[in-house]
């Protein structure tokens, strides 16, 4: 299948099939619930989902100086098993408080078909803002699996 993904401000995605050569069942089993999954998972509300002390625990890993930069390392675990959650790390730019890597493991399925779900998310800072954001989402079904990568700025 090839298509084009766009999203508005809200992040909120929107897919125009191009092409899609190949085994109807794929489609209807994989591709289809990879979509579903990802629409239930953009109506979440973000407070529900965001890395905070309310949704998660964090425990120090360490530090690492990268760029003349210290960032804080942690290990960050679901305080709940809720749709939308990741056990996993994230890593802290010391002088902006920025998350400049976010890398995890979902802890809930949202389908039978779906295994698993690794997110992973680098945000690359310029004058302390962020200038670039980068995300990598791996779906194992049941299936095969299912790779999309979506990058923002720049």
Do not use: C, W
Request: hydrophobic fraction near 35%; charged fraction near 20%.
């Amino acid at each position: 299948m090839v298509a084009v993904r766009q999203t508005d401000a809200s992040e909120r995605s929107e897919y125009r099939v191009v092409r899609f050569d190949g085994d109807l069942t794929v489609k209807q089993q994989v591709i289809a619930r990879y979509l579903d999954a990802q629409e239930q998972a953009e109506a979440l509300p973000y407070s529900s989902v965001a890395v905070t002390p309310a949704n998660y625990t964090f425990h120090y890993v360490g530090s690492i100086e990268t760029n003349g930069t210290t960032i804080y390392v942690f290990q960050i675990a679901p305080r709940k098993k809720r749709l939308g959650l990741i056990g996993g790390q994230i890593s802290i730019d010391s002088a902006t408080g920025a998350a400049v890597h976010q890398a995890g493991r979902s802890v809930k399925r949202p389908s039978v078909f779906v295994r698993g779900i690794e997110v992973a998310r680098d945000t690359n800072l310029q004058n302390g803002l962020a200038y670039t954001r980068v995300t990598r989402v791996v779906i194992d079904t049941r299936l095969g699996r299912v790779h999309t990568s979506k990058t923002i700025g720049g």
